[in-house]
């Protein structure tokens, strides 16, 4: 006989349910009292665990990207094109797994300055910049432009391409090695071929 698994602490219900209306209704109307509601719980118990709506919202967003993600990000010694695979991977993934949020989430961000990034997505961010930077001294990047514009450079069409497609009804396949070709193309640095 199998039993039935334990209900979510309601913690978790509350941050999982805040994170959907957030993707469905944005920051404005995601109310504390519709939060409570789909995490099964009184408005009096949402706020005996979060003083003020803007404290759950950042603890929910501190949940994105979400397990694993970063782990699949490469490191520094990772060699340029298969770290660039990684990252290609592991931001399509992404995008995917986090259809309907993003788009909203990206939006609210803008408006609601107040809530702050993601902490997941900065450190994504960082891991990048020390993957990108790594390539620059080893010579198989260029070292003219600043690793942070490598990493926007890299993963911003990414989320415009996924962004616009939603938004023009789009499904565009995505071919990886024509991406990271076009990416490359002038990028390169003199060492290429010791560590492509």
Known sequence: MRLPSPPAPVRARLLHAALELLAERGYRGATTREIARRAGVSEVTLF????????????????LPGPGFLEGLPGPETPLEEGLRAV???????????????PKLLAELLRHPNL?????????????????????????????????ELVLAFVGPLFARFLLGQALGLS????????????LEGRYGPRRGAHA
């Open 48 to 63: 005996r665990h979060f003083r003020r709506k803007e404290d759950l919202m950042r603890e929910a967003l501190a949940l």
């Open 172 to 183: 565009l396949p995505l071919d990886p090695e024509a991406y990271l070709g076009g990416y």
């Open 116 to 148: 702050g990034a993601p902490p997941g997505l900065l450190a994504a961010k960082e891991r990048l910049v020390a993957f990108f930077r790594a390539k620059q001294e080893e010579g198989a990047l260029r070292p003219d432009e600043p690793p942070e």
């Open 88 to 102: 290609l991977s592991a931001y399509s993934g992404l995008l995917e797994r986090q259809r309907a949020l993003l």
